[in-house]
Nanobody
């Protein structure tokens, strides 16, 4: 069974930075894509970014383009989300997810999920 564990969330002032990590364990053959989603209070979960373990292709949501960077350390089975120039509207629970293949933005297509880590950006 694939397990995903996020870390790195916290409280940061607007304009600040945070780096989230997601460590995966279990059969790596069951997933090729790792992604980040987020869910703000009272809103639906939304796609943030995805990366392919084979080839390193990435995909980003328009709302965070240029501010967030997703990266992967295959040796550690860990995906990162470097977040810069954070805004109060980035406040959300951030979830790590994985799926067999494809840089999909639809959360229903992801099979494996972490428990989430809270990111709060103060103004």
């Amino acid at each position: 069974q694939v397990q995903l564990v996020e870390s790195g969330g916290g409280l940061v002032q607007a304009g600040g930075s945070l780096r989230l990590s997601c460590a995966a364990s279990g059969p790596t053959s069951r997933y090729s894509t790792m992604a980040w989603f987020r869910q703000a209070p009272g809103k639906e979960r939304e796609f943030v970014a995805a990366v392919s373990r084979s080839g390193g292709s990435t995909r980003y949501a328009d709302s965070i383009q240029g501010r967030f960077t997703i990266s992967l350390d295959n040796a550690k089975n860990t995906v990162y989300l470097q977040m810069e120039s954070l805004k109060p509207e980035d406040t959300a629970v951030y979830y790590c997810a994985a799926r067999p293949s494809g840089l999909a933005s639809y959360d229903g297509s992801y099979k494996y999920w972490g428990q989430g880590t809270q990111v709060t950006v103060s103004s």
